[in-house]
């Protein structure tokens, strides 16, 4: 693809677009994942947070052609970031929060923001290296674009939690539909879901639906759970 050409113009578009969308689950699980940390270390974590989450991000879209070739990828970032999405919202108070993910350390929230965003990147660098067309200046230019994007988002998202607690149940829901999404787009269960291309609709609603109330109420119930019950 020549630089500079219309067609380089449009496939830069449509990166932007592709980043616009899925970074709204990026900035999502940075910010959840940074709510519990000292005032002085939250901008902290959502910079280098987001710095390890392209990082990651870049290696995966060096590999893509590779990353397309492991059968169940899908299928394991889907579960995992489901695990993710529950551990966020939950408070468990078990005494042990700098290993959770809404960690009260900077290091327990780095952890858990490159984890998530390495699941979540999958869509992100497929859609991206779809749209470049193999070329890798163009990759580049949109995990670039990507970078502020997440930083204004996470902050954004930050002080809407502070302002309204309910935000943190509507970021795990949003994180349960993209791990749903995950899990019916697995090639391994096309036979179940249909192809991108052809999808079966109502059944990926129902996962998504069935996701969504799984990670809500299991959450909820750790939460109301008696203090005791893991001692007895």
């Known amino acids: 693809m020549e630089f500079m050409s219309a067609p380089w113009w449009s496939a830069l578009l449509a990166i932007i677009l592709i980043d616009l969308v899925l970074a709204g689950d990026n900035a999502i699980v940075i910010a959840l994942a940074a709510r519990n940390l000292p005032k002085s270390l939250q901008t902290k974590a959502i910079v280098w947070g987001t710095v390890g989450a392209i990082g990651v991000r870049t290696l995966m879209t060096l590999i893509v052609v590779w990353l397309l070739k492991i059968p169940g990828l899908m299928l394991v970032g889907g579960l995992g970031l489901l695990w993710i999405a529950y551990r966020l919202v939950a408070d468990t108070d078990t005494g042990s929060e700098e290993h959770g993910p809404a960690a009260s350390t900077f290091w327990g929230a780095m952890k858990t923001i490159v984890i998530a965003d390495a699941l979540m990147g999958i869509d992100n660098v497929l859609g991206v290296a779809g749209a470049a067309h193999g070329a890798m200046d163009l990759v580049v230019i949109g995990l670039l674009i990507s970078v502020p994007i997440v930083v204004f988002g996470s902050t954004l998202?930050?002080?809407?939690?502070?302002?309204?607690?309910?935000?943190?149940?509507?970021?795990?829901?949003?994180?349960?539909?993209?791990?749903?999404?995950?899990?019916?787009?697995?090639?391994?269960?096309?036979?179940?879901?249909?192809?991108?291309?052809?999808?079966?609709?109502?059944?990926?609603?129902?996962?998504?639906?069935?996701?969504?109330?799984?990670?809500?109420?299991?959450?909820?119930?750790?939460?109301?759970?008696?203090?005791?019950?893991?001692?007895?």
Request: charged share 15%.
């Open 157 to 232: 998202v930050l002080k809407l939690v502070e302002r309204f607690p309910i935000i943190i149940q509507l970021g795990a829901a949003v994180l349960a539909y993209t791990a749903a999404s995950m899990v019916t787009s697995e090639p391994l269960l096309a036979g179940w879901f249909g192809t991108r291309e052809a999808p079966e609709q109502a059944l990926r609603w129902a996962v998504a639906a069935l996701a969504i109330v799984g990670v809500l109420g299991a959450a909820r119930w750790a939460t109301r759970r008696p203090r005791g019950t893991d001692a007895a």
